[in-house]
């Protein structure tokens, strides 16, 4: 470096005492979602819904050509808020009020943009949390997705910043009437090879627990490159460097990856759960790093008929993601302690949705 060198500061992103109750944050790059974005998703979760493989499955259910899968929309509209929101993030923290509006084909490109709703500093005086409604269109401003979630984001300075936290409420489930049935979704024509001869709706009743048998053992190319499909640049899931002065001395997983791949675990016995139309709630409980091994199992929260049709009904589901231990080999997944939800350390996600399911 030369005297004569004059290096100018690139964009360091927003950190707590950046944000404002009622601002305002339109993020940058737009995204047209592609048929290889569908097809790298696969590759990298093993996700298996028949509805996001197949055009002809898609047709035979009424779509007019392959929907993409809902949480490939969510984890790129996630994508796009992080440059501004947790770049400086050490953690995302949890979701609520995730609605799927519109389906996305590939050719849709989706813009979003977020409102912060609520502020707390934490008693360490060094991090923050930030809460944040954000919204995705696409190009007919069309609203595709909704979401809230909160993420504890690191101070600049460390000194007090607002005098009283400001928490927003949030809604514990979404009604049944504001989920999506996607125009034309018709069942009717589904043939049972579709989805392997799997459990259906009616052969569900609440309280009824599913393990879904298999294993997925986290890569760091694999998590690496589904964070870069979404463009989420948060540097805690890239940056070893950063990491190797924290606790773990490793680089976060992406906590949507885990949802993802719960997901895809979750087609073993929910493989006719067709269409995530709505997550209530999720909390990424304890960290994940490359080398665990994720395990997934569900309990059945509800079973309702949807619009008094005989094809489809909503089937709303609690998913718990496990790290290297089978449910069964731990002493508990979640308790209550002094009032408050106690999770295990080998519990690293807990996720509340709905799912259209073919009765």
Known sequence: MSPQDNYLATPSGLFFEDFTLDQELVHGVPRTIT????????????????????????????????????????????????????????ANLGYAEVLFKTPVFAGDTLEVTSKVIGLKENS????????????????????????????????????????????????????????????????????????DHQIKADDLNPGDILFHRDGITLNDSDHSMATRLYQNNARVHFDQHLMDNTAAGKRLVYGGHIISLCRALSYNGLGNGLWLGAIHGGTHANPSYAGDTIYCQSKILDVKQFNRRDDIALVRIQS????????????????????????????????????????
């Open 320 to 359: 718990l993601g496990i790290k290297n231990s089978m449910p069964d080999e731990l002493p508990y997944l979640m308790r209550e302690e002094n009032g408050r939800k106690r999770y295990h350390d080998n519990l690293v996600l807990d996720l509340d949705y709905s799912v259209l399911m073919r009765r």
């Open 124 to 195: 360490d005086g060094k991090t923050g949390i930030v809460y944040v409604h954000s919204v995705a269109t696409n190009q007919y401003h069309q609203k595709v997705l909704c979401f809230k979630r909160w993420v504890m984001v690191h101070k600049k300075q460390g000194e007090v910043h607002l005098d009283t936290p400001i928490i927003p409420k949030m809604q514990a489930v979404i009604d049944n009437d504001e989920q999506l049935v996607p125009k034309n979704l018709d069942l009717k024509l589904w043939k049972e090879h579709y989805s």
């Open 35 to 90: 048929e290889g974005d569908s097809s790298l998703y696969v590759a990298l979760t093993g996700s298996r819904f028949a509805l996001n493989c197949a055009e002809t499955v898609a047709r035979a259910a009424g779509f007019y050509r392959t929907p993409v899968d809902n949480l490939l929309v969510f984890h790129i509209a996630f994508g796009k808020t992080v440059n501004d929101i947790s770049l400086n993030a050490v």
